[in-house]
Nanobody, 115 residues
Framework: QVQLVESGGGLVQPGESLRLSCAAS????????MRWYRQAPGKQRELVAT???????DFTDSVKGRFTISRDNAKNTVYLQMNSLKPEDTAAYYC?????????WGQGTQVTVSS
């Protein structure tokens, strides 16, 4: 059974940092393109960050320079480091694993940025 489990969300003040983790079981993450999405209330799900199996990364414009995505294949885990958080980063964050015909989602972790 494949599971992606996100963790690390929480309530922080503007300017602070969080690191989200996405731990996988049942699949070998190194084969997968991993993505972080987010969805704020009343808004569509948005692609935030991507890391390919060879380590190439990409980010949506609104988080460039603030967020980084990385993977630890030995731990079968992907991370999203979020710095200089803004209230508009508030959302539920989901990790996604994609390879060929296989596509898996985690259950999400809530990030709230508020003073």
């Amino acid at each position: 059974q494949v599971q992606l489990v996100e963790s690390g969300g929480g309530l922080v003040q503007p300017g602070e940092s969080l690191r989200l983790s996405c731990a996988a079981s049942g699949i070998i993450l190194s084969f997968y393109t991993m993505r972080w999405y987010r969805q704020a209330p009343g808004k569509q799900r948005e692609l935030v960050a991507t890391i390919t199996s060879n380590g190439s990364t990409d980010f949506t414009d609104s988080v460039k320079g603030r967020f980084t995505i990385s993977r630890d294949n030995a731990k079968n885990t992907v991370y999203l480091q979020m710095n200089s958080l803004k209230p508009e980063d508030t959302a539920a964050y989901y990790c996604n694993a994609h390879f060929d015909a296989w596509d898996y989602w985690g259950q999400g972790t809530q990030v709230t940025v508020s003073s």
